[in-house]
Every structure is written in C-alpha cells, then in structure tokens.
C-alpha cells in the first residue's frame, strides 16, 4: 500500500482546509484509514480514523466537531476536513492505513502503512 498526502498549506485561524490521501497498491476501501499530525520534538497524535467500506468513525476529543474523515465517491482517496482551524493545529499531517482488519486504531504503532506527510500551517 503506498499513501500520497497532499492539502496542506498556509491559512488564517479559522478557516478551512481539506487534506487528502492517495491510496494506491490497494482499494482504499480494503484499508482502514486514519490521520495524525506531529510538531517538531513531539510524538505523531491521532486525530481521526474511518473503517474499511467507511462503517464507523473514530476522532480524537482535540478535532471533534470541527475536522472530519470521509472516503472518495469516485477515487481512491481520504479526506480530512478541517473547520475552524486553530494556531495550535500547526502540524504535519500524515495519513496511514491498517490492513489488518481489526477495529477503529488510534494508536500510531497500528498502522503499517504511512504516506510522506504534508505542512498545515495556521496563522493567527
């Protein structure tokens, strides 16, 4: 499974952004998928996860509400919608995939499969 993040970019508190990941190798719907972010000299932080074929959801407390996951209608892609964004969500932004079939990860060791990350920089 190869992941390809793309999105990411520069913009005021309080807007918006949509972040996506490419999934080639593989049918994005066979994987589970989730989305993490990392400052400089911290761990990568679970934000938000979609089952395979998009059953369930899962999000971390710090985004719910105002980021959400959803899969592609037509391409094998997941979205992040980020709303209302905040100086404090100044991040990389990675996405990964878990195909092992198990239930919703939050765990950043859960996933097998990384995409190369992309810069979301919020200005207040």
């Known amino acids: 499974v190869q992941l390809q993040a793309s999105g990411g970019g520069l913009v005021q508190a309080g807007g918006s952004l949509r972040l996506a990941c490419t999934v080639s190798?593989?049918?994005?719907?066979?994987?589970?998928m989730g989305w993490f972010r990392q400052t400089p000299g911290k761990e990568r932080n679970f934000l938000a996860a979609?089952?395979?074929?998009?059953?369930?959801?899962l999000y971390a407390d710090s985004v719910k509400g105002r980021f959400t996951i959803s899969r592609g209608n037509a391409k094998n892609t997941v979205y992040l919608q980020m709303n209302s964004l905040k100086s404090e969500d100044t991040a990389v932004y990675f996405c990964?995939?878990?195909?092992?079939?198990?239930?919703?990860?939050?765990?950043?060791?859960?996933?097998?499969?990384w995409g190369q990350g992309t810069l979301v920089t919020v200005s207040s």
């Open positions: 190798g593989r049918t994005s719907s066979s994987v589970a």
């Open positions: 979609i089952s395979r074929r998009s059953v369930s959801t």
């Open positions: 990964a995939a878990d195909d092992t079939q198990r239930g919703l990860q939050s765990d950043s060791s859960e996933y097998a499969y």
